[in-house]
């Protein structure tokens, strides 16, 4: 099997998820969860929606790979975190707390198991949802997962990319709940989170969608880019999906407001293995 990903964009065709079979608020590490923390998590309804969420994509002829989940791994969910595909290679992630320490040993034997080339970031910390793919480009978000001594050995391991840090405020976990890029030319974000050199920066290269309040908290940025202009995104993100529509992006709307409540929507719950190369224009 070969990796390949060179953007958030291009047509999705592997990507590998887990089932929050044990997903629970334990530490709480965001707002959302704050938020949440007294209600907590229903089992049923979360596996009920990631069922419905596998069950779209493969209906878009996409292929699912489910990991195992185990007990001791409560945010297993969120597999972005554990890695990302840069290339034609897998880079695995050493994870920024010990909750979550141990659940890139899993991605780890598919790996071997599917002979994958991957790369294994042990000493470094940089965390799957801090990081962007834009072709030629590589966006790192500094936050408490993902420190600014990574991002440089990331951007020597990687001489032929253009690894650009961008620092972002502590409220939210990890920069893909704040910027999301979803097209060549197109980007989501919550203002007022990133700096506002690097704000500058990305407004020069994105036409910004600007994701309100109210939808940031259920997590708007967050969409999953499937290619061709189509979008998972959250039925109660009514403003975001019209901006959407708006630039002729088909969306396709899938409840997982239960899982959610950790803090983490479509892109935090899927690792892209293979999308398909297309050669786009600046």
């Known amino acids: 099997m070969r990796a390949n990903c060179f953007s958030e964009y291009n047509p999705l065709k592997q990507v590998i998820l887990c089932e929050p ?69 897998v880079f695995v992630a050493e994870m920024g707390t010990d909750i979550r320490t141990g659940e890139e040993n899993v991605l780890k034997e598919w790996l071997q198991n599917k002979h994958v080339p991957f790369h294994n970031l042990t000493g470094d910390r940089i965390e799957g949802g801090d990081v962007l793919i834009d072709r030629n480009t590589i966006y790192v978000g500094v936050s408490e997962r993902t420190n600014i001594e990574s991002i440089e050995k990331l951007q020597k391991l990687l001489p032929e990319f253009d690894v650009i840090p961008i620092p972002f405020t502590d409220t939210y976990l990890h920069l893909d709940c704040v910027f999301n890029i979803i097209s060549p030319n197109e980007a989501l974000i919550f203002p007022g989170e990133i700096n506002k050199e690097q704000l500058n920066l990305l407004a020069s290269r994105y036409d910004l969608i600007e994701v309100t309040e109210e939808e940031q908290f259920t997590l708007g940025t967050n969409v999953l880019s499937i290619g061709n202009k189509k979008i998972i995104s959250l039925p109660v993100n009514t403003k975001v999906n019209k901006e959407l529509r708006k630039r002729s992006y088909e969306l396709i709307e899938v409840d997982i407001t239960e899982i959610i409540k950790s803090g983490g929507a479509f892109r935090c719950c899927t690792l892209p293995i293979v999308r398909e190369k297309l050669d786009y224009q600046h």
Do not use: C, W
């Open 21 to 89: 079979q044990y997903m629970r608020i334990k530490d709480v590490i965001n707002e959302t969860q704050k938020h949440f923390e007294d209600e907590g998590i229903h089992i049923k309804t979360a596996m009920t929606q990631h069922a419905n969420f596998v069950s779209a994509l493969r209906k878009l002829g996409i292929e699912v790979i489910l990991l195992p989940s185990y007990n001791k791994y409560p945010e297993q969910v969120f597999t972005r975190d554990i890695g990302f595909t840069l290339g034609e290679k």
